[in-house]
C-alpha cells in the first residue's frame, strides 16, 4: 500500500510539472503567434501611412514609453503584468484557432 501511495505521489508530481510546462509552452505559443501576426500586419498598406505618422509624433512615443516604463519583466508577478499577460495571451490564443 506504502508503494503505491509513493508511485501516486510521484505520477501526480510530474503530471503538475508536465502540466505547468505544456501551459507555459502554450502561452510561449500564443504569445509567439501575437508577434508574428502584429509584426506581419505592421506592413499592412493601409496601415502604413498611420504608423509612419505617428512614428513622427514625440507625444505618442513619450505616452507610449511611459506605458511600457510601469510594465517590469523583472516582476512578472505584479497584478499589472498579469493583466497584460492575460489579454496578450488570451488574444494570441484567438488569433491563432482563428488562423489554425
Given at each position: 500500500m506504502k508503494s503505491f501511495f509513493l508511485t501516486f505521489l510521484?505520477?501526480?508530481f510530474f503530471a503538475d510539472s508536465a502540466?505547468?510546462?505544456s501551459t507555459s509552452?502554450?502561452?510561449a505559443k500564443y504569445?509567439?503567434?501575437l508577434k508574428v501576426i502584429v509584426n506581419h500586419k505592421m506592413h499592412d498598406r493601409d496601415l502604413q501611412d498611420d504608423l509612419?505618422?505617428?512614428?513622427?509624433v514625440e507625444k505618442f512615443s513619450r505616452d507610449l514609453q511611459k506605458?511600457?516604463?510601469?510594465?517590469?519583466?523583472n516582476r512578472p508577478n505584479s497584478a499589472k503584468?498579469?493583466?497584460i499577460m492575460r489579454i496578450?495571451?488570451?488574444t494570441g490564443k484567438e488569433i491563432y484557432n482563428e488562423l489554425k
Open positions: 510521484f505520477c501526480a502540466l505547468a510546462q509552452l502554450n502561452q504569445m509567439a503567434t509612419e505618422k505617428l512614428r513622427n506605458m511600457v516604463e510601469k510594465l517590469d519583466n503584468n498579469q493583466k496578450l495571451e488570451n
